[in-house]
Antibody
Framework: EVQLVESGGGLIQPGGSLRLSCAVS????????MSWVRQAPGKGLEWVSV???????NYADSVRGRFTTSRDTSKNTLYLEMNSLRVEDTAVYYC????????????WGQGSLVTVSS | EIVMTQSPATLSVSPGERATLSCRAS??????LAWYQQKSGQAPRLLIY???KRATDIPARFSGSGSGTEFTLTISSLQSEDFAVYYCHQYDNWPPLTFGGGTKVEIK
């Protein structure tokens, strides 16, 4: 069974750093495009980043230079390192897997809440 | 960046009735469009990809249509479990991947 389980969220002050993890089971994380998608409270979905199967990455303009996506194939886990956090980064962060026939998302984690507040 | 616009923002429908949700892209995305359902407090769930293909285990009452800039998600006979927020998502031209603002389907 395919499962994505996020962890690492919490309350952090503006300017702080946090690392989210997404533990993957049921497939190998390095064989798929894997993304982070976030949702601010009461708002819609916003794509954040992708790590391609080959290992390169891409980011939304709103987080480029502050967030880093990586993976550890030995742990079959995806990461999102978030630095210089801002109040507007407050959101539920989901990891999501690409569907294989295009860059849509066929499997999502349950989400991890990040609250940036003083 | 491709802007996705969904309408209406809220749709009030009685159980058993048909619901028609619209999604418009600011430029052609061919058929590289997906639809998701999100219930309160849950992660989104893939319903439709490639504009009209149902994802695994999605009931036949959900159907998608359209190409280019105009797309429709139809729920033929609303069940109680279908009341949720629905998002469209283009994956033709990226980064960035972009989503519509959502349509909330509520009980009339």
């Amino acid at each position: 069974e395919v499962q994505l389980v996020e962890s690492g969220g919490g309350l952090i002050q503006p300017g702080g750093s946090l690392r989210l993890s997404c533990a993957v089971s049921g497939f190998t994380v390095s064989t798929k495009y894997m993304s982070w998608v976030r949702q601010a409270p009461g708002k819609g979905l916003e794509w954040v980043s992708v790590i391609y199967a080959a290992g390169s990455t891409n980011y939304a303009d709103s987080v480029r230079g502050r967030f880093t996506t990586s993976r550890d194939t030995s742990k079959n886990t995806l990461y999102l390192e978030m630095n210089s956090l801002r109040v507007e980064d407050t959101a539920v962060y989901y990891c999501a897997r690409d569907g294989g026939y295009g860059f849509y998302f066929d499997c999502w984690g349950q989400g991890s809440l990040v609250t940036v507040s003083s | 960046e491709i802007v996705m616009t969904q309408s209406p923002a809220t749709l009030s429908v009685s159980p058993g009735e048909r619901a028609t949700l619209s999604c418009r892209a600011s430029q052609s995305v061919m058929t590289n469009l997906a639809w998701y359902q999100q219930k309160s407090g849950q992660a989104p769930r893939l319903l439709i990809y490639s504009a009209s293909k149902r994802a695994t285990d999605i009931p036949a009452r959900f159907s998608g249509s359209g190409s280019g800039t105009e797309f429709t998600l139809t729920i033929s006979s609303l069940q109680s479990e279908d009341f949720a927020v629905y998002y469209c998502h283009q994956y033709d031209n990226w980064p960035p991947l972009t989503f519509g603002g959502g349509t909330k389907v509520e009980i009339k």
